[in-house]
């Protein structure tokens, strides 16, 4: 059993930074590759970024690109995701999920899994942008 802890979100300011951070216990988070997705208030849960197992390769969301970074440290069994130049409609309790690795990274890269198919998830933090 893998448990994931989300930390660091907050209220902040249109153009702040925030890192968020999600802890792994219970096993190691390296041969898991690992995701972000938030959830806004009325809205469906959405991808935001996830990064392979070995932190090589990494995938965003079209609205975030350029301004939240995804990155790991499996020494530490953390994953984080660097939000700059926030904007209000980041606002949003934000997710990090796990799913096993293993997988080819041409297929990695094909393919972003669905939501349901992670096998781990945090209980979310809070992000609040205003503007």
């Not at 972000?36 to 849960?45: T, V």
């Not at 609205?63 to 409609?89: C, H, W």
């Amino acid at each position: 059993q893998v448990q994931l802890v989300e930390s660091g979100g907050g209220l902040v300011q249109t153009g702040d930074s925030l890192r968020l951070s999600c802890a792994g216990t219970g096993r190691t988070l390296s041969s898991y590759n690992m995701a972000w997705f938030r959830q806004a208030p009325g809205k469906e849960r959405e991808f935001v970024a996830r990064i392979r197992w070995s932190g090589g390769d990494v995938d965003y969301a079209d609205s975030v690109k350029g301004r939240l970074i995804i990155f790991r440290d499996n020494a530490k069994n953390t994953v984080y995701l660097q939000m700059n130049n926030l904007k209000p409609e980041d606002t949003a309790v934000y997710y990090c999920a796990a799913i096993r690795g293993g997988q080819k990274v041409e297929d990695w890269r094909t393919r972003r899994p669905e939501g349901y198919e992670y096998d781990y998830w945090g209980q979310g933090t809070q992000v609040t942008v205003s503007s």
